[in-house]
């Protein structure tokens, strides 16, 4: 399969006003050019007639599939809101594959989603990446576990002030936390004296520290819910205390110390965009979050946060982003390449590189141009839209 006359957008590499992308069995196979090129008789081309070609968009953040569209308690899956710290929990376990939003991901180019538990808990759970078609959520996955997901500020305590129970402050959030990561340091401990000594036992199974041990070892990345910035501030702190690779998810406040967060070599989730302040730690909430902290040398990635904003909106909540003074190729990596690096998948996805997942895009106007519109979408070299 080839598609010719496009504006090519690698993301790895320069535009090129004038190109193709051919790939066959799942792959990219080549990018390049136009002038002197010919298809091989007999390949099956599509004319992107000017339009644009992409990477399939990677939404960074959400709960696709955790939260079932149009459904009440029923179908919302993604808060195990009974205790406060709930590592073992696994994304995989809770998604609905035939949630019609896949769907509608797809249609808007969508192709690789990192999603995984809310925020009411501390400490809620693993999640995964995932391709957005199938109906089998094992033959989707890229990579599971991809994140431990921790959260901070108001969520965990509105929701165990409401039960009347630990956490209610923030200060009783970061301490279950620290305590949950002890325990994991201390069974580990315990695991590797058991094996180098015979005469010890090993000790209980825990499942929840078993599932912490790839946190605390520095190997399983930790995703933090963190809107106002004393918040990302305790998820450095106790990043640094404890050796976890981090991710600030939303970072809302980012923007008031993105030379600090650059300083720390942070990577940040922004957004969602499309929503109003309706909690006290989106007061500072501004359209130019994701370009003040891209121009401060943060790696940047933008999300809708599904269900929060649907996930069709993608493009859209990266335009806004520009509108907010993010350039418009920082802002497509910030749903591509970028995304898929800080959702530790750019060896697959994110870029139209040789080798990488045949997923690509073409619209027929600039992507975050809103009146441009997805003409095609392909998935590992299937059309899917």
Not at 26 to 54: C, N, R, Y
Not at 124 to 132: P, R, S
Not at 302 to 313: K, L, N, R, V
Not at 361 to 374: I, M
Request: aromatic fraction near 4%; include cysteine.
């Amino acid at each position: 399969m080839i598609i010719i006359n496009g504006v090519v957008h690698p993301m790895d590499a320069p535009v090129i006003d004038r190109g193709y992308v051919a790939f066959e069995q799942g792959k990219i196979t080549a990018v390049g050019a136009m002038e002197g090129f010919v298809p091989s008789p007999g390949e099956q081309v599509l004319d992107a007639a000017g339009g644009h070609v992409l990477p399939g968009f990677v939404d960074a953040h959400c709960h696709l599939g955790l939260f079932g569209n149009a459904l009440g308690f029923e179908g919302d899956d993604g808060n195990e809101s009974t205790s406060p710290c709930t590592p073992q929990l696994r994304a995989v376990d809770g998604i609905n594959p035939l949630d019609r939003c896949f769907e509608e991901a797809r249609q808007a180019g969508v192709t690789t989603v990192l999603t995984g538990p809310g925020s009411a808990n501390p400490i809620a759970g693993q999640m995964a990446v995932l391709k957005t078609n199938g109906r089998w959520v094992d033959e989707m996955v890229l990579k599971a576990p991809a994140a431990m997901k921790f959260a901070l500020g108001e969520n965990p305590k509105t929701v165990y002030n409401e039960r009347k129970e630990t956490p209610i402050t923030r200060m009783a959030t970061a301490a279950l936390i620290r305590e949950q990561l002890d325990k994991a340091v201390e069974y580990r401990d315990r695991q590797d004296k058991a094996q180098e000594d015979p005469d010890r036992d090993m000790p209980d199974y825990d499942p929840a520290l078993e599932a912490l041990l790839p946190v605390v070892a520095g190997t399983l990345p930790v995703h933090f819910h963190a809107h106002r910035a004393d918040d990302i501030a305790t998820a450095v702190r106790l990043s640094k205390e404890y050796g976890l690779r981090y991710v600030i998810v939303h970072g809302t406040e980012g923007h008031l110390i993105a030379d600090l967060l650059a300083r720390e070599g942070a990577a940040v989730i922004t957004g969602p965009c499309l929503n109003d302040r309706c909690k006290p730690e989106l007061a500072g909430m501004t359209l130019a979050n994701p370009a003040l902290l891209a121009r401060a040398g943060v790696e940047v990635a933008i999300c809708t946060d599904h269900p929060e904003t649907p996930i069709q909106h993608l493009p859209l909540c990266a335009a806004m982003a520009v509108r907010g003074g993010m350039e418009p190729e920082q802002a497509l990596a910030a749903i591509t390449l970028h995304a898929a690096r800080i959702a530790g998948v750019d060896r697959r996805v994110g870029s139209l590189t040789p080798g990488k997942d045949a997923d690509v895009v073409v619209t027929d106007g600039y992507p975050l141009d809103w009146s441009s519109r997805v003409k095609a979408v392909f998935l590992d070299g299937e059309r899917v839209d």
